[in-house]
Protein backbone atom coordinates (compact mmCIF):
# COMPACT_ATOMS: atom_id res chain seq x y z
CA UNK A 1 0.00 0.00 0.00
CA UNK A 2 1.05 3.33 -1.01
CA UNK A 3 -0.10 7.09 -0.22
CA UNK A 4 1.29 9.63 -2.90
CA UNK A 5 0.91 12.92 -1.91
CA UNK A 6 1.54 16.05 -4.72
CA UNK A 7 2.76 19.75 -4.39
CA UNK A 8 4.27 22.52 -6.41
CA UNK A 9 1.84 23.61 -8.04
CA UNK A 10 0.84 27.58 -8.55
CA UNK A 11 -0.09 30.14 -10.94
CA UNK A 12 2.83 31.26 -13.37
CA UNK A 13 3.14 33.86 -16.25
CA UNK A 14 4.11 31.92 -19.68
CA UNK A 15 7.17 31.09 -20.26
CA UNK A 16 8.19 30.26 -16.52
CA UNK A 17 8.66 27.09 -14.75
CA UNK A 18 7.62 24.88 -11.60
CA UNK A 19 8.53 21.89 -10.47
CA UNK A 20 6.13 19.71 -9.14
CA UNK A 21 6.78 16.54 -6.50
CA UNK A 22 5.40 13.65 -5.81
CA UNK A 23 6.15 12.42 -2.13
CA UNK A 24 5.42 8.57 -1.41
CA UNK A 25 5.10 6.35 1.34
CA UNK A 26 5.75 2.79 1.23
CA UNK A 27 8.83 0.72 2.15
CA UNK A 28 8.89 -0.54 -1.46
CA UNK A 29 8.73 2.72 -3.56
CA UNK A 30 11.59 1.87 -5.91
CA UNK A 31 10.22 -0.60 -7.25
CA UNK A 32 6.85 1.39 -8.54
CA UNK A 33 6.57 2.95 -11.66
CA UNK A 34 5.91 6.62 -11.58
CA UNK A 35 3.78 8.97 -13.75
CA UNK A 36 2.35 12.32 -13.97
CA UNK A 37 -1.06 13.11 -15.64
CA UNK A 38 -3.02 15.97 -16.15
CA UNK A 39 -6.71 17.05 -16.03
CA UNK A 40 -8.12 20.33 -17.25
CA UNK A 41 -11.82 21.45 -16.68
CA UNK A 42 -14.33 19.23 -18.63
CA UNK A 43 -11.37 17.06 -19.80
CA UNK A 44 -10.38 13.39 -19.16
CA UNK A 45 -6.76 12.73 -17.50
CA UNK A 46 -3.77 13.02 -20.24
CA UNK A 47 -0.68 11.32 -19.47
CA UNK A 48 2.08 13.47 -19.18
CA UNK A 49 5.21 11.45 -18.54
CA UNK A 50 6.53 8.60 -16.87
CA UNK A 51 9.09 6.82 -15.14
CA UNK A 52 10.51 3.26 -14.50
CA UNK A 53 11.01 2.18 -10.50
CA UNK A 54 14.86 2.35 -11.56
CA UNK A 55 14.74 5.44 -13.23
CA UNK A 56 16.98 4.72 -16.26
CA UNK A 57 13.66 4.67 -18.55
CA UNK A 58 11.54 7.38 -19.03
CA UNK A 59 8.71 8.43 -21.32
CA UNK A 60 6.75 11.65 -22.31
CA UNK A 61 3.75 12.78 -24.02
CA UNK A 62 4.62 15.05 -27.96
CA UNK A 63 3.00 17.95 -25.94
CA UNK A 64 5.79 18.27 -23.36
CA UNK A 65 8.59 16.73 -24.84
CA UNK A 66 11.93 19.31 -24.51
CA UNK A 67 10.18 21.17 -21.78
CA UNK A 68 9.14 19.08 -18.73
CA UNK A 69 11.94 16.34 -17.15
CA UNK A 70 10.77 13.34 -14.89
CA UNK A 71 13.38 12.05 -12.40
CA UNK A 72 13.05 10.34 -9.08
CA UNK A 73 15.38 10.10 -6.09
CA UNK A 74 14.53 6.83 -4.21
CA UNK A 75 16.51 7.69 -1.06
CA UNK A 76 13.84 10.45 -0.59
CA UNK A 77 10.82 8.87 -1.98
CA UNK A 78 10.05 11.01 -3.85
CA UNK A 79 9.25 11.95 -8.25
CA UNK A 80 9.57 15.10 -9.60
CA UNK A 81 8.42 17.04 -12.76
CA UNK A 82 10.44 19.91 -13.34
CA UNK A 83 8.00 22.59 -16.16
CA UNK A 84 9.92 24.81 -17.87
CA UNK A 85 9.09 26.95 -20.60
CA UNK A 86 5.63 26.80 -19.44
CA UNK A 87 2.74 27.94 -21.58
CA UNK A 88 -1.25 28.36 -21.26
CA UNK A 89 -2.52 24.94 -22.52
CA UNK A 90 -0.61 23.52 -19.39
CA UNK A 91 -2.75 24.77 -16.93
CA UNK A 92 -4.40 21.68 -15.06
CA UNK A 93 -4.27 19.59 -12.49
CA UNK A 94 -1.87 17.42 -11.92
CA UNK A 95 -1.83 14.18 -10.45
CA UNK A 96 0.69 11.53 -9.26
CA UNK A 97 -0.21 7.88 -10.11
CA UNK A 98 2.02 4.74 -9.17
CA UNK A 99 2.24 0.70 -10.21
CA UNK A 100 4.05 -1.83 -8.15
CA UNK A 101 4.39 -4.15 -11.24
CA UNK A 102 3.91 -2.53 -14.18
CA UNK A 103 5.25 0.23 -16.28
CA UNK A 104 2.74 -0.25 -19.26
CA UNK A 105 -0.18 0.20 -16.66
CA UNK A 106 1.15 3.97 -15.92
CA UNK A 107 1.32 4.54 -19.42
CA UNK A 108 -1.97 3.45 -19.96
CA UNK A 109 -3.32 5.76 -17.20
CA UNK A 110 -4.69 2.30 -14.98
CA UNK A 111 -2.47 2.45 -12.24
CA UNK A 112 -2.73 1.40 -8.71
CA UNK A 113 -2.94 4.45 -7.13
CA UNK A 114 -3.70 8.26 -7.49
CA UNK A 115 -2.41 11.00 -5.76
CA UNK A 116 -5.00 14.26 -4.72
CA UNK A 117 -3.73 16.70 -7.18
CA UNK A 118 -2.04 19.87 -7.50
CA UNK A 119 -3.24 22.85 -9.21
CA UNK A 120 -1.23 24.81 -12.01
CA UNK A 121 -2.59 28.14 -14.00
CA UNK A 122 -0.01 29.50 -16.45
CA UNK A 123 -1.70 33.04 -17.19
CA UNK A 124 -1.11 34.19 -20.78
Known amino acids: QVQLVESGGGLVQAGGSLRLSCAAS????????VGWFRQAPGKGRDFVAG????????YYADSVKGRFTISRDNAKNTVYLQMNSLKPEDTAVYYC?????????????????WGQGTSVTVSS
Open 97 to 113: AGDRALYSRVLRGTPEY
Open 26 to 33: GRTFSTYA
Open 51 to 58: ISGSGDTT
